[in-house]
Nanobody, 122 residues
Framework: QVLLVESGGGLVQAGGSLRLSCAAS????????MGWFRQAPGKEREFVAA????????YYTDSVKGRFTISRDNAKNTVYLQMNSLKPEDTAVYYC???????????????WGQGTQVTVSS
């Protein structure tokens, strides 16, 4: 089993920054890849970024490239999502996810955090 606990959401003005954290525990292989997804009201859950614990490879959706950075601290078993230059369209519930393999679909990840709200005001 894998447990994911997120923190760091909140309300920020457009152009501002937030950092999300996801603390992971449990079976290491089952959480080999960590991803961040987001879901806005009335929309499907969408891929934001992903990272592997074992290699320094990162993946981003086009709309956040250059603004968001995913990183990890292996010693703390924590993954971060640094979000800069935030836009109102970034407003969503952000979810941390863990899976054995890389993917961009929610179904590629077996474990999920509870979600944290990010609201960007214009």
């Amino acid at each position: 089993q894998v447990l994911l606990v997120e923190s760091g959401g909140g309300l920020v003005q457009a152009g501002g920054s937030l950092r999300l954290s996801c603390a992971a525990s449990g079976r290491t292989f089952s959480r080999n890849y960590m991803g961040w997804f987001r879901q806005a009201p009335g929309k499907e859950r969408e891929f934001v970024a992903a990272i592997s614990w074992s290699v320094r490879t990162t993946y981003y959706t086009d709309s956040v490239k250059g603004r968001f950075t995913i990183s990890r601290d292996n010693a703390k078993n924590t993954v971060y999502l640094q979000m800069n230059s935030l836009k109102p369209e970034d407003t969503a519930v952000y979810y941390c996810a863990a899976g054995a393999y890389y993917g961009r679909r929610p179904s590629d990840y077996a474990y999920w955090g509870q979600g944290t709200q990010v609201t960007v005001s214009s």
